[in-house]
């Protein structure tokens, strides 16, 4: 059964600085995909570490901030992501000097980082990148990739297999007034819909949620969506989706 999110309702995820929220992942009962929701004051930083598995995705809805790699960090602002595969050391940081907000996707869930084990504040030990290391991180915007346009909907997908994300797709939307949207049911794997701004109806295994600006759902495995915008404003919709 679909289930709505909402960042402002979402278990508090602590670990270094700023207003971190877990809205979808192992505590909630999802298996193949997670999400966090984050809010940056000037100079917060979510601290670096390391995933031996999990891939991150993670996107600026507003402000901006940097990925940090040791002593190179690399800026990012609102519409942009950062493709982190693992194994590679990251963190962020707020260097922009205003508030910034950022949501994250994993796949597949990193129980350690969970359990508190990825926090040098608990480790006594803040990771690194080798000296010389050639990042693999990939940073994009999220309207870029192969795109289609109909009459009221406009889809990129920023992030899959065919770009080099292994571990997940990303779709981004733009949804105008009576445009609906339908994705096929995936028969093992999850996913989880992120309203950026507007308001739409997301319709999963029976269910019908309605989801606006910084709300979402988390739709399990074998359940077919369709999401309707019904409202005068165009809706901006995030989607990602375990592989």
Known sequence: MATLLSAGKAAAF???????????????????????????????EFPQHFHE????????LEGGVSVRQGDVYTPITAGQFAY????????????SGAEATLISFQAPPDQ?????????????????????????????????????????TTSWAPASPN???????????????????????ARD???????????????AGGETLCASRHEGAFVPSGEAQTVR???AETARLIRCQAI
Request: aromatic share 6%; glycine share 10%; hydrophobic share 30%.
């Open 84 to 95: 982190v595969p693992s194994p590679e050391v990251h963190g962020t940081v707020n260097t």
């Open 14 to 44: 602590k670990m270094g600085k700023g207003d971190s929220r877990n809205l979808v992942g192992p505590s909630t009962g999802a298996q193949d995909i997670t999400l966090n929701y984050s809010v940056f004051q000037a100079d917060e």
């Open 163 to 185: 770009t080099g994300t292994p571990e997940m797709r990303l779709d981004y939307f733009e949804l105008g007034q009576g445009g609906t949207l339908q994705e096929p049911a």
């Open 189 to 203: 794997k999850e996913a989880v819909w992120f309203v950026w701004s507007g308001e739409v109806s997301i319709m």
């Open 112 to 152: 350690a980082l969970y359990r508190g084990e990825r926090d040098p504040s608990k480790t006594g030990t803040t990771p690194r990148p080798p000296d010389n290391h050639v990042t693999s991180v990939r940073i994009d915007n999220l309207a870029s990739g192969d795109s289609s346009k109909e009459e009221k």
């Open 229 to 231: 915008n019904d409202s």
């Open 53 to 60: 598995e999990s891939a991150d995705i993670f996107i600026v």
